[in-house]
């Protein structure tokens, strides 16, 4: 919920920073038809994060709250401005972590607040 206020989320990919506000993140979710408490679950894992996430774990709250495909995901981090070839390294580096998540190893991820 916006309580009136229209945050950025700032997600952070390979050296640049892309900043989206939180009205916008709403519509591109709601374009691409995710359901409202879809929606409010990606906020609140964002939330998580005090709203300065790098790709990676963004990527993994679209998975992990979401619900949504590699393809949905990858149509999220286009409409903000990420190419494909940086996209192809976004999910490689979610499956790398969640490799390593699973087999007890921790993941080496920065969060800058």
Do not use: W, Y
């Not at 700032?10 to 900043?19: D, L, P, R």
């Not at 691409?32 to 609140?44: D, K, Q, S, W, Y």
């Amino acid at each position: 919920m916006d309580n009136g206020k229209d945050k950025n989320a700032k997600i952070k990919a390979a050296q640049e920073t892309f900043v989206i506000t939180r009205t916008d993140l709403r519509r591109l979710f709601t374009a691409l038809g995710i359901p409202e408490t879809r929606i409010a679950a990606i906020f609140a894992g964002m939330e998580k994060t005090h709203r300065h996430t790098n790709a990676i774990t963004f990527a993994t709250i679209l998975d992990r709250e979401g619900n949504l495909e590699r393809d949905q995901i990858s149509n999220v981090l286009r409409r903000i401005g990420i190419d494909d070839v940086v996209i192809r390294k976004i999910l490689n580096g979610m499956d790398v972590q969640k490799i390593l998540t699973e087999s007890g190893k921790l993941f080496d991820a920065t969060v800058l607040f």
